[in-house]
C-alpha cells in the first residue's frame, strides 16, 4: 500500500491535540501496513516538528495566504499534497476545518470520502471504516476502495496516544499557483464573549441537554449543580437555544472537559459532544432513552426523568 498522508490542523501555530492523537493512530495505521506516514503542514511561517514525531515526512506547503485560514487556500494546499505524495489514504479530523476540505479534495481527486469514522483498517487492498451516523445511534461499516479520504473522528482515538518516532525527514512542496488568486479573504476574526466561565477547569460538571425541555426548567439543573458545588456545562443544542451562553458548552465545537464527576442529564451522547467529555473520570447519565448513546460512554446510568433525579439528588446533598 501507498502512503498515508494526514492533514495537521494548527491552532496559534501549534498541532492541534485533536492532530496530535490522528498522527498516533496514522502512525499504527501505516505500519500495520508496512507503509510511510506523511504530516501535511500548510501555513504561512515553520512549525515546530516537536509534535509531528510519528510521521516520516513532514511534507510543508508554506505561503502567506495559508494563514489567516481560509478553506479556499487550504483546499489548494492539500489538492498540491495529494497530487505531489500520491497518497492511498488521506486523514483529516472530523471537525469544521476537516470537513471544509475532505469533501472537496476527494471530489477533485477522484477519492471516495468517508466522514465521522471511529474505526479504520486496511484489509487486502481495501480499507474497512465503522461510521458514527444518526448522531452516534447506530455504526455504518463502510468498505471503501483505495485510494479514499477519511475524517476520523479524534474521540473515538485515545486520550493521549503513544507512537514511536518516524524518520522526521522534511519536504518542501510547492505552493499551488491559486494561492496567488484567491476568490475568498479573510476580513477579520469574531472573539466570542467570555463570561468569566472556564468549565475545563471545574472538578465537577453537571452537563444539560435538548432533554430539559425548555430555558425555564433549567433552574433544576442550576440548583443541583449549586448543591453539588459544581459547574452548569450545556450540549449544543441547549446552547443554540439560548438556553445556556457559548462559554458552557462541552462538545467538538465547545470545550473539551476532564472532570472527576459528569452528570448528564438529558444529554442524548451526539459523537460530537462525546469527543469533549469521554475522558471524564467518572460519568453518569440520566435519560428516558434506553438506546441513547451516552449510555455507551457512562460508567453509570439512569433510564428515569431528568427532573425527578436532580430533585432527588439535590434533597439527598442538601441533607
Known sequence: ??????????????????????????????????????????????????????????????????????????????????????PDIVLVENTTVGLDLAGAVAMASDMPFVSYCVELSVRSEDAHSKSEIYGGLLLAEVHTRLPAVFAMNSGALPDEPTAHPGRGEWAAIAPPAQLDSLRMTFVEPIEAADPGIDITKADRLVCVGRGVGSAKDMAVAEELAAALRAELAASRPVVDAGWAPRARQVGKSGSRVKPRLYLALGVSGAPEHVEGMRASELIVAVNTDPNAPIFNVAHFGAVADLFDVAEELSKLVGD
Open 1 to 86: 500500500m501507498g502512503e498515508v498522508l494526514v492533514y495537521v490542523e494548527l491552532v496559534d501555530a501549534q498541532v492541534s491535540p485533536g492532530s496530535q492523537r490522528l498522527l498516533a493512530f496514522a502512525r499504527q495505521l501505516a505500519d500495520s501496513c508496512n507503509s510511510s506516514l506523511t504530516a501535511l503542514i500548510a501555513s504561512a511561517e515553520r512549525v515546530e516538528p516537536g509534535a509531528l514525531g510519528p510521521a516520516d515526512v513532514c511534507a510543508e506547503v508554506r505561503h502567506p495566504a495559508l494563514w489567516p485560514y481560509v478553506p479556499e487556500a487550504h483546499e489548494a494546499a492539500l489538492g498540491a499534497a495529494v497530487r505531489a505524495r500520491a
